[in-house]
Structures are given as structure tokens and as C-alpha cells.
């Protein structure tokens, strides 16, 4: 959709424990050297908080990096794809319980790899019925042991923990949303199900994202999930630059998932007719993918480091199991001074 009224991004922040080297898990057996060389992971977030604990600790800096007041904020959004450190409550009213948002209503999205864009989107129509209101849209995820193994428990990908916040704004940012469209797969479901049959209680098995995606691409053949992939991602990303004027040669940045440098070039440069120059996958090297966190996440890397300029576009994408994708087309307004590094965890020695 090409958005009629003037929306913003007001304030982004990540929070990320300190990372662990993949080198060293490959040393001691968790990790394969083959895979290590392949994905080109250098290391991943682990921590120990649970994900709204940290989720809550990344809004309160967006919030304060936004200059809104949390009185304007009408709408809460958590989004995450994995267990949330209870079995039965709402993640979301907890952040908004924690950043004092008692005015806002508060909703969770689990969209798996695509909730913080879906979230967004949700944001946008809702904030432009509202003008003058604010919206806080967080993701977070701990992807853990005995219930996930972040290293062996997916093709091609190494899971991050960490959280991501962003503001969004019917007023004020630091930069503007122009576009934004969302395309869904739903043949692809069995993807994350596979031939598993369905449980009782969640956390019985361990995740298997190898076993369950086997299990269907044995059953339709891989060019066939190639085929229905490759169309959502060039139907979101295609839809979203006409619908905002712009083409990919505007977009100075173009943010990808953090996922393996193969899969990222299989299921993304090719189609998309990128080099990882013009990504952030140097950056998703040392976060790992932050489940939906990635493209939040990497809105406050973008500030932070400096990677891009006022007047500049900026194309975020996304995608999750489900499955959907979305893509939004961001215009720089101007680049605000935030010398904290939220959204880059602590390095390990041999990184």
C-alpha cells in the first residue's frame, strides 16, 4: 500500500546480550566446520533474560531516543516466534506494563521471522486514524536449549537472541514510510510442520526445522518451494518500490533476514539483483537472525554506525514461516546522534 498520510520512525533500539563464537562451538561439537565456512556466521547473541525482559529494556530506548511521550503511545505490538518465558499470559502487556504505556492497547503478533514487519504494517492504518498518536511495535526471542539448539536446528540459519523496539510516529521521525505491502503463502505452511504430528503441550520435542522442511521438500520437490518463495519475495518488494515511485537502484540500503550467506544469496541476491555490499549481511554475521527482530533491529544499526545519510531510501524486507513476506520502502529525513551501540552485541575474542 502506498501510504496516504505522512507516518514516521521515530526512535529504534535493539538489545543484545554478549555474543558467542562460532568458531569455539565448532571446536567443541556443536557446530560443524562445513556449516561455519557455508553460513559464514561468525558468532551469535545468547543470553539469559526472558524475551520481554528484554524487549522492555530495548523500547525504554527507543522510547527516550524518540522524543515522544509515552502518554501519545495508543498502540503496543510484541512481536516473536519463539516461547516467551511463560506458558499462558500476554508478552505484550508486559512491555506495556513496563514502559508505562497503561493508555495504549497492547497486542501480540506471532508471525514467526516476519512478526516485526507484520506488526508494523498493523501499526500504520491504526496510527493513521489517529493523528497525533504513537505507536511502539518490539520483538524478542531466546532461542534455547533443551527446547532449541540456535546452531542445528534450521537449514542455513543461526539464531540470535536479543530484542528490537521501534517508535512509530503519526507526527514526527527521523524518517518516513512510504510504502509498505505484505504477501502471504499459505501452501507453504508445512514448512515449519512437516510430517510432525501435533502435541499436547508446547516444548515435549525440541525444535527441528531440518526435519520438518525435509519432510515437505521431499514431498512437492524443492523448485517448487523455490518457485512460490522467489514470487513472494519479488510480489513484496516489487509492489512496494511502484507503490512509493521508487526503484532499487533509489534504495541505498536494501535489509535482507540474517540468515546464512548462501541462503541469503539463493533466496535473495539473485532474485533481487543485489551484492552483499548493499545489505547489512556483514552486520547479521555477528547477530545471527533475531527471529522477527531483524529488520527492527537493523533500522537502530543503520543510525548508529552511521550506514546511511539524510534524502537516502532504505528497503527493509522480510519473511516467516507461514508463510509471508513484507517489504517497506523508508525515506531518511535526517540521522540522528545516538552513540549508544544497541543494536551490535559484544564481541567475542576470536572475532
Known sequence: MRLTTDLYLAGAAAWLPPAISAKQVAANGGYTEDELNVNGIVCAPEGSDSPPA???????TALSRSGVAVSEVALVLHAYSHHQGQAFWSPASFVQRSVGATAACAIN????SNSGMAAVELALPYLAARPG?????TTADRFCAPSFDRWTADLGIVYGDGAAALVLSASAGFARVLSMRTWTEASLEQLHRGNVAFSDHPGEVAVDV??????YVTEVGLPSVIERSSAGVK????GALADAGRSMDDMAVVVLPNLGRHVIAAQYLGHLGLVPER????????????GGGDQLAAVARLVEAKRVSAG???LLVGAGGGFSWS???VEVLNVPEWPEQTAMPALPADV
Open 312 to 314: 537516502q531510501h532504505v
Open 235 to 238: 510480489s513484496v518488494v516489487e
Open 133 to 137: 498518536s504513537a505507536a511502539l511495535v
Open 327 to 329: 517489504a517497506a520502502v
Open 109 to 112: 503478533v506471532g508471525q514467526m
Open 210 to 215: 531440518r526435519r520438518t522442511k525435509t519432510d
Open 279 to 290: 545489505t547489512l549481511m556483514d552486520w547479521g554475521a555477528h547477530t545471527g537472525h533475531l
Open 54 to 60: 528484554m524487549a522492555a529494556r530495548a523500547a525504554a
